[in-house]
């Protein structure tokens, strides 16, 4: 039985079942521990509580293989409200361990404890873990590293080392209040000071030098670099000086290997490359910085670093302390760029795209503002025009979260008044989406709709950027599902001549989509998985303007297809 460890403490795993295979016969359960507590964090020239776990930033690498099961019990020693989301992982009828709050859970309350319990099923390679509530993901974020089934490799040439690569957004003051005071005013929340890498920001920052992160790579080696994208609200370009990356896989699905000096990871998203230790000996910059695909914003303009520093006998002394070679970042508006490498994903072999749809969606998606209500402070309506605050929606609607119940305790527990079915299947209005839009649209709907999906059902979604306020590229994440992008391109999406570029063939496999920015994406999945899944813009402060969605999936026939019971220490609101 494995031991498993996180901060010097051992917990042991213990699991007792009939097998019906000897897959089955080899899995395992990974318990863990998580304490959410205040811990002194420095960054830049500042020391301040920050929210972490374990008092580790980022969090504890969870380290699993596919068919494994994971029992983590989170313990809030916080003061803030918490719930714990594992990003990217299906949920296969375990909705209740999902955790975005308000949506398949109540908040974890400050004291208190709950324990996520699910099986990896038919997943392998990157995904993270991080806080679903308020802006604690700011630094409540983890890696999660799913291994092939004992005995079986990788369709890659295996590599000596494997790293994990967090990007992060960092504020020199505490991100919760950073929000709260967005919120107060309806206006945009304070730019980050600093991006991270596996929580350091790196010797381009004033007072950081002597923190910044290390990763080894010796002469001829093959390393295999997992490269997530925690950051907050900010899509970011990946480079190593005078390094070749080979993308193998991304979120937890593998690829058709291609050849790039630059990756760009909205924030969400995973993807796994591949280098090789092929340069002479020395030390080279790993750096990140923004893609900014929206215009005269104001934006976190740093860059990031990390070293990578071979370890070959050949380099010698003065090699390792000569300074970094940096290298050549695209230019933070260069969409050019990301189309190119996003129009390079392909799945690995063959895949079994859904055909006959069933469900044949449209979503817009995009900013808005709600004019000030009457009797209301101009200090609280600090939108982008006077006497307005942000706000951003989905098909005209404003996704608002309950406060009394959980959406999935409301829908297993046939409460009324919490939610409604009746989210339009497609936008209430059409118009030019992508042109110059009448100001008379610019104002949503606010609602709790949820879209009703049968089980089984074939769905086709097309999301569609608008250039309502500002257009710009959303990463959307869906909750309990993969799905297949069959393709994606720029203005409106044209049903007649657009299908066209559908990859029915080998699209590739994501849990979130970087809706180009004056564009849209189509995605296709199969509703095998019920209960209530949020589908959301993975900008953080979109979410909290109301730029999501929710799908209600039927029960179908038999337990196979029944969401299971909640567990009995499930947080009540």
Known sequence: MKINTINGIFFFGFV?????SMAEAMAKVHNHEFIVQATKVKRLCETHNSITVNGM????????????????????????????????IRQMRTGWA????FVTQCPIRPGASYTYRFTIQGQIGTLWWHAHSSWLRATVYGALIIYPPQGVSYPFPKPKRETPILLGEWWDGNPVDVVREATRTGGAPNNSDAYTINGQPGDLYK?????TVIVPIGSGETNLLRVINAALNQPLFFSIANHKMTVVGADASYLKPFSTSTIMLGPGQTTDVLISGNQLPSRYYMAARAYQSTQNAPFDNTTTTAILEYT????????LTT?????QL?????????TAFSRSFKSLRKVEVPTDIDENLVFTIGLGIQRCPKNVRARRCQGPINGTRFSASMNNVSFVLPSNFSLLQAHMQKISGVFTTDFPAKPPVKFDYTGNVSQSLWQPILGTKLYNLKYGSKVQVVLQDTSIVTPENHPIHLHGYDFYIIAEGFGNFNPKKDTSKFNLVDPPMRNTVAVPSNGWAVIRFVTDNPGVWIMHCHLDVHISWGLAMAFLVEDGIGELQTLEPPPADYPLC
């Open 57 to 88: 930033f980022p969090g504890p690498t969870l380290e699993v293989n596919d068919g494994d099961s994971l029992v983590v019990k989170v313990t809030n020693k916080a003061r803030y409200n918490l719930t714990i989301h594992w990003h990217g």
């Open 312 to 319: 070959s006998a050949a380099c010698p002394a003065k090699c």
């Open 323 to 327: 300074k970094p070679i940096m290298p």
């Open 330 to 338: 695209p230019a933070f508006n260069d969409t050019p760029t990301v």
């Open 207 to 211: 007072c950081s030098s002597q923190d």
């Open 98 to 101: 999902d955790g975005p709050e």
């Open 16 to 20: 007792f079942f009939l097998a019906s």
